[in-house]
């Protein structure tokens, strides 16, 4: 899992090249334990994915965070490919922001890649004094050698989309990213485009409306995103927001990896579509809806009719395939995005889900299905709960795939999750025509874990991954 090469630094010159670097052996992932009644510090799991391993598929390492209820669930790193050109630069450290308690820990993955030891913890409290943020999301690094951290709220829980800025080596806060008082009303995750002058940033909804789970009259009320907010990076400043036609819930937002790409697209997961956002001639950007996935009419649900919540998206390192899930519904998609105008569907598998035949949902009416989908059993475990995060091989042939959104709203759409803990799956990828396949010698059951059933989050490679690394 070498992160080097030479005289160069970490990751690789290109995507094109990374496609080439070496497989995977080792994934980490943050594992839950608030909203599931069990008095547990949230941990990073370390699981063993190589097939010639007698480990393959196994948790082979617990690291517990010092705190309990911080909800640990996306991370980045301390540098990646952006600063390939720095041989100064080695990524030897996981940033873990926590969603809820706003702590962001600092893992040291370099010492002994098979047993992660915590490195530094950045208390809530000096987030709150020099940035005036909390609730904190996606961690990207910079080729400025700086780690940047969004936010969703300031430190009461009230919706703002601000930036945290640590120092590379010394994790300590530097203040906000953006200008004072430059904040979005709200925040979740970003992407940034340096040869276009460019970051994009998504909203979920103010950490005070989602925390504890959700009510769909915050949605009539107008307290869940709808918005893109376009940044000019160079002067750190906001300047244009736009409104998504049926764009509820913008959540994860991936320019196209080739850095001198002017697109990309972002998942919206109420509104259950893929919006494509590009550059303009005069140099504004601008968004359109290229994939739409039809709610299901039901009965036994908590609303007559089904989104499919999409809450994950990837982009292939070639930009040949997209790839999402829809939580709800239950299945993984891949898309050709040859023409990224116009993606077509070309693989999709069934993971779970909220449709599943003999559960407690009757679909009455579906614009897709002919009939519900089994439930999906692998290795003699029920998979509970519907595809969520997804990471994609460094050659595109292999997803990883976790089952839990968020603890909160996992308790609320799936309890099964909360009893029986989630899972992690894989799937083989066929890059030449198209198609999803079932590993079934995989499975990762976080139902089986030492302390009781865990909800395992986002997946990433020590030496970096599609959704963590950009390039300039």
Request: charged fraction near 20%; proline fraction near 8%.
């Amino acid at each position: 899992m070498a992160t080097k090469c030479g005289k160069c630094g970490p990751g690789y010159p290109s995507p094109l090249e990374a496609m080439k670097g070496p497989r995977e052996e080792l994934v980490y992932l943050p594992c839950i334990y608030r909203n599931t009644g069990i008095e547990a510090p949230d941990y990073l799991a370390t699981v063993d994915v190589n097939p010639k391993s007698p480990q393959y598929s196994q948790v082979i390492h617990r690291l517990p965070m010092p705190n309990l209820k911080d909800e640990l669930h996306h991370s980045g790193w301390n540098t990646c490919s952006s600063c390939f050109g720095d041989s100064t630069k080695s990524r030897t450290k996981l940033v873990l922001p926590s969603l809820i308690s706003s702590r962001v820990y600092v893992v040291d993955v370099a010492t002994e890649p098979r047993a992660p030891k915590l490195h530094k913890v950045i208390e809530p409290k000096e987030i709150h004094a020099k940035c005036d943020l909390g609730y904190l999301h996606t961690s990207h690094c910079l080729a400025s050698g700086e780690v940047m951290i969004s936010s969703l709220g300031d430190p009461k829980g009230n919706g703002k989309g601000g930036f945290v800025l640590l120092d590379g080596e010394t994790f300590e806060v530097k203040g906000t990213w953006e200008r004072p008082g430059g904040a979005a009303p709200m925040g979740y995750d970003f992407w940034y485009q340096p040869r276009h002058n460019v970051m994009i940033s998504t909203e979920w909804a103010a950490p005070n409306v989602l925390q504890d789970g959700f009510n769909p009259t915050d949605v009539e009320a107008g307290l869940y995103g709808q918005r893109l907010h376009v940044w000019d990076w160079q002067r750190r400043e906001r300047v244009q927001t736009l409104t998504m036609q049926d764009g509820l819930i913008p959540l994860e937002i991936r320019f196209l990896h080739n850095p001198a790409a002017d697109q990309g697209f972002v998942g919206c997961a109420l509104g259950s579509n893929i919006q494509r956002f590009y550059k303009n001639q005069g140099g504004t950007w601008s968004v359109e809806k290229v994939i739409q996935v039809p709610s299901k009419k039901v009965k036994g649900w908590i609303l007559p009719e089904m989104p499919s919540l999409i809450t994950d998206i990837l982009l292939s390192l070639d930009d040949r395939f997209l790839y999402f899930s829809n939580w709800l519904h239950g299945d993984l998609r891949q898309y050709d995005i040859s023409d990224p105008k116009r993606p077509r569907l070309v693989g999709q598998i069934f993971l779970g889900g909220s449709i599943v035949k003999g559960g407690p949902v009757q679909v009455l009416e579906d614009q897709e299905l002919k009939c519900q989908p089994e439930p999906l059993v692998v290795k003699g475990k029920q998979v509970a709960g519907g595809p969520q995060m997804i990471q994609l091989s460094l050659d595109g042939t292999r997803l990883y795939v976790t089952t839990s959104l968020y603890s909160a709203w996992d308790k609320q759409f799936y309890p099964d999750l909360i009893r029986e803990g989630s899972v992690m799956l894989q799937i083989d990828v066929d890059t030449v025509r198209g198609g999803l396949k079932l590993n079934p010698n995989f499975l990762v059951d976080f139902g089986k874990e030492p302390l009781g059933p865990a909800l395992a989050h986002e997946l990433r490679y020590p030496g970096g991954d599609c959704s963590s690394d950009i390039w300039l």
